[in-house]
């Protein structure tokens, strides 16, 4: 059973989710079935997709979900923990990392407001597994003013993404006709493998060495 067989057959805790996700979480999460993983759900809902992430993973994984929510607490169970406390708080964040150690999956179902996205991002990504996925979702948010974002607003994921592109390419920038456009190497340039564009989702995968050099054969 796949994870869109197991969300149209649910019948316990409400889960959420837009349809086209789950060929996107299938194809970036399946290399982690039935293996240790843990994973971090930012925003708990009611409960039901930390309990679809239990059973997707299976009985290797564990399942840290956190929420701003105290109620949310009675959702924990064996191999899922739940955290009160909320994703823009570092020290919150940094409590995680002590007791959970470094995340191999997060996936941000928050607040969808952009000041916390930003800021569990630029948290967590350069503290989780050198090999992990990033994943964030329902970004159609980044479009309206009311959750922090804009077409063109500087505070969107989104934009920033687009943004990140250019840093994975910075090493390439020096060659440009005008050297004032220069892209200067970061933690994106060094760390990040590859990220990628869906309808509401971007995926960032992480990796911690990069062979770029050109290669000829015969030489």
Known sequence: MNLY????????????????????????????QNRPVTFLEIGTGYGGSAKMWKYYFGPMARIVSIDIRPECK??????IAVRIG?????????????????????????????????????????????????????????????LGGGLRSENSFINRCKGFVD??????????????????????????SAIHFYDSIIVLEKTPYINKQMLQTPE
């Open 74 to 79: 009675n959702y924990e169970e064996e191999q």
């Open 86 to 146: 909320s994703q823009s708080d570092r020290q919150f964040l940094q409590g995680l990392l002590n007791e959970f150690g470094p995340f191999d999956i997060v996936m941000d179902d928050g607040s969808h407001h952009h000041d916390d996205i930003n800021v569990s991002f630029d948290f967590l990504y350069p503290r989780m597994a050198r090999d992990g996925i990033y994943l964030a979702e329902d970004l159609n948010g980044g479009y309206w003013s009311k």
């Open 5 to 32: 067989n197991y969300f149209i057959n649910n019948n316990g805790s409400k889960i959420i989710k837009y349809a086209h996700y789950f060929p996107i979480y299938e194809r970036y999460f399946s290399r982690y």
């Open 167 to 192: 840093e994975m390419h910075a090493r390439h920038t020096i060659y440009g006709e005008n050297g004032d456009e220069t892209v200067p190497e970061t933690n994106i340039t060094r760390t990040t």
